[in-house]
């Protein structure tokens, strides 16, 4: 209900929280039950401000439209996933567009160079920090102060979907929690999305000591035998 409160009066939004919470899903089914189209595009280092408003092929001089674009003009939601791993380059770009600006310049293309921006425009980002940096997530860079100020008032926390774990796993609950609480004793995690896909492996058979044998696999000696003791009660 709050996402929604933010794209109704700010036509933007912020989700920050651990990998696998949900936020996409959110904002895709928020998408759907808004009746507006939903894109999607993934940040990094190497990601180009052209993803975003196109540019001409060298040879053929062929203009090539962008998805943001068909969102930007012609309403819709644009998701920005991985967020904290966008270049200042991108941040600037993005500073145009999440403030009250109503048209942006697309140089490259000679028949429109001026797009609109349509009423029902819907920016999100998404990400796993707040725009600080990170050790635990890998490219995660500091960004843009100005950026992080338009979207100050419309920033979200998505943790992990509780009530849905609970009903994922029925009786097996207790041991998914149990799992949760180790694993975050060595510094590791496991997501509503890992629940998911535990779930998914009990239906099909596999045991839970399997499973932990599996969530085991990359943890060093020392972590894995600690998680292994505790589990031990409830696997």
């Not at 109704?8 to 990998?19: D, E, Q, S």
Request: aromatic share 10%; charged share 25%.
């Amino acid at each position: 209900a709050d996402v929604v409160k933010s794209l109704n009066l700010h036509h933007k939004a912020m989700l920050v929280g651990p990998a696998g919470t949900g936020k996409t899903y959110m904002i895709a089914s928020l998408s759907d039950r808004m009746g507006l189209d939903f894109y999607k595009y993934s940040c990094s280092r190497d990601s180009s401000v052209h993803d975003l408003i196109g540019y001409k092929q060298p040879r053929s001089e062929t203009y090539l439209e962008t998805t943001f674009l068909k969102a930007y003009e012609n309403g819709g939601i644009f998701l920005v996933d991985e967020y904290d791993a966008m270049s200042g380059d991108m941040a600037l770009f993005f500073n145009g567009i999440a403030d009250s600006s109503k048209f942006i310049s697309i140089p490259h293309r000679d028949d429109k160079p001026i797009a609109q921006k349509h009423k029902d425009f819907h920016l999100v980002m998404c990400g796993n920090t707040w725009g600080k940096g990170s050790i635990e997530y890998s490219g995660r860079d500091f960004q843009d102060l100005a950026l992080m100020d338009r979207f100050r008032f419309c920033r979200h926390h998505v943790g992990y979907h509780l009530s849905l774990e609970k009903e994922l796993m029925g009786p097996h609950h207790n041991f998914a929690t149990k799992l949760r609480a180790s694993l975050e004793k060595t510094g590791s995690y496991l997501s509503t999305r890992n629940i998911e896909d535990m779930s998914n492996l009990i239906r099909a058979g596999v045991t839970t000591q399997t499973i932990l044998k599996m969530v085991l696999e990359d943890m060093d000696e020392e972590g894995a035998k600690a998680v292994n003791r505790e589990m031990q009660v409830v696997a």
